[in-house]
């Protein structure tokens, strides 16, 4: 270590994880917020970057949207430092950077810029280079939209690491090979330190057999890639934001809570694994 290293604060840099899967309704969002709580909980400091133009994450986390409010698309289109949109989610430790509809004209618009590919991580390289933000995030949990457009192609840009949510049903796998595909795509181009994080099997329902078969056949396919922790299908877990809260808040005693518990430890436990590599 050089002198100058020694004197500068030892600040490590975030771990930015996107949570992507182009189809919708597979749990990317209630994995972002649920799973964000629960790094929270154990000391980590979070950011949840909200990608998806329908906002589920933001008001999800209780942030009301309000008119003319300076979203995550203005941090794209260059309007705003990502300093200043993230709000606090009432939770300690845990920061959200709302999006807002504006959003949706955001691929055409973004399509006409400079650096359209790398927007959200030069707005990330910023806010960790700003001696004024106090705060210094552990994690930063990109929610992504249901669809491999631009806005997840930044997140992918950006991202140290891929998290994909899987939903337990018969299709499972069908569009998985396409994600992956994008994904080494943005590795040999874009970004080339990205990998797979893991899978995880969401709304996992114990009662029902093609559950299991699901999970069996994609643990086979995708072998140590796939958490061991498998997020059950919990009504308490689908009630949680209409509250406005992460289901640990509203329940932290139900099965969906104590999965994403389990899930946090295991993904803290890889980024160990993977920084001491
Ligand atoms: P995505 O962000 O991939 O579109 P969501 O996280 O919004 O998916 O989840 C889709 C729907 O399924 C939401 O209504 C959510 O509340 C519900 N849901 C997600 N995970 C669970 C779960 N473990 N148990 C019950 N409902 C769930
Ligand atoms: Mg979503």
Do not use: W
Request: net charge neutral; aromatic share 4%; proline share 5%.
């Amino acid at each position: 270590m050089s002198f100058a290293e020694k004197l500068l604060p030892q600040t490590q840099a975030a771990r930015i994880l996107a949570l992507a899967n182009q189809k919708g309704g597979v749990g990317k969002t209630t994995t972002a917020i649920n799973l964000g709580t629960a790094l929270a909980a154990v000391g980590e400091t979070v950011l949840i970057v909200d990608l998806d133009p329908q906002g589920n994450a933001s008001t999800g986390l209780g942030i009301q949207r309000r008119p003319q409010q300076r979203s995550t698309y203005h941090v794209l289109m260059g309007e705003a430092e990502l300093s200043s949109v993230i709000v606090s989610s009432g939770i300690p430790r845990l920061d959200c950077a709302p999006s807002t509809m504006d959003l949706l004209g955001a691929e055409l618009e973004l399509s006409e810029i400079s650096r359209k590919t790398y927007r959200l991580a030069d707005a990330i390289q910023r806010l960790e280079a700003d001696p004024r933000h106090g705060k210094r995030y552990s994690y930063v949990l990109a929610d992504c939209p249901p669809s491999l457009n631009l806005l997840t192609i930044n997140a992918l840009s950006a991202a140290d690491a891929v998290l994909v949510p899987l939903q337990c049903e018969f299709f499972a796998l069908e569009g998985l090979s396409q994600l992956l595909k994008t994904v080494e795509r943005v590795k040999g181009s874009l970004n080339p330190k990205l990998s797979v994080q893991g899978v995880v099997l969401t709304m996992f329902d114990r009662r029902n057999s093609l559950s299991e078969q699901v999970a069996q056949d994609v643990r086979s396919v995708l072998g140590d890639k796939v958490y061991q922790t498998v997020i059950p299908r919990n009504v308490r877990v689908s009630e949680a934001p209409s509250h406005g809260k992460p289901v640990l808040l509203y329940d932290h005693e139900c099965a969906g809570s104590q999965a994403y518990i389990r899930l946090a430890s295991e993904i803290i436990r890889r980024e160990r694994d993977l920084r001491a590599a």
